[in-house]
């Protein structure tokens, strides 16, 4: 994970479904501490383990980005995109293996045959 520091602006994906849609809200560090981060988003604060992004309590849930990172996921998730348009499909989980510029490489060689 990258620098965190107080003031930094973050992504919360609030659930299972918001990390699997994409679908994330504001989030501002409040605290940095040696393992945890305070978050305050829709009007709370909550603690986040800072080597996982995941929310410190039992209830899991929730996790964090920092915007780098959200972007990252995001030009991932529009080149897998491609790949899925033209039936091109990994093993399941397979696409973990590899680096989003290697998927984006393979998307652009998908699109370049659409002519």
Request: net charge neutral; no cysteine; hydrophobic share 40%.
């Amino acid at each position: 994970m990258t620098t965190i520091k107080v003031g930094d602006e973050v992504r919360v994906f609030d659930g299972w479904h918001a990390r699997h849609d994409h679908t994330s809200v504001p989030g501002e560090v409040v605290k940095v501490g040696r393992t945890l981060v305070r978050i305050k988003y829709r009007g709370f604060e909550e603690a986040f383990r800072i080597d996982t992004g995941v929310v410190n309590n039992s209830n899991g849930g929730a996790s964090f980005m920092t915007l780098e990172q959200a972007a990252l996921a995001e030009r991932r998730t529009v080149a897998l995109s491609v790949l899925a348009a033209r039936h091109v499909k990994f093993e399941t989980g397979y696409e973990r293996s590899f680096a989003t510029e290697q998927i984006e490489a393979l998307a652009e060689v998908i699109k370049s045959w659409e002519g």
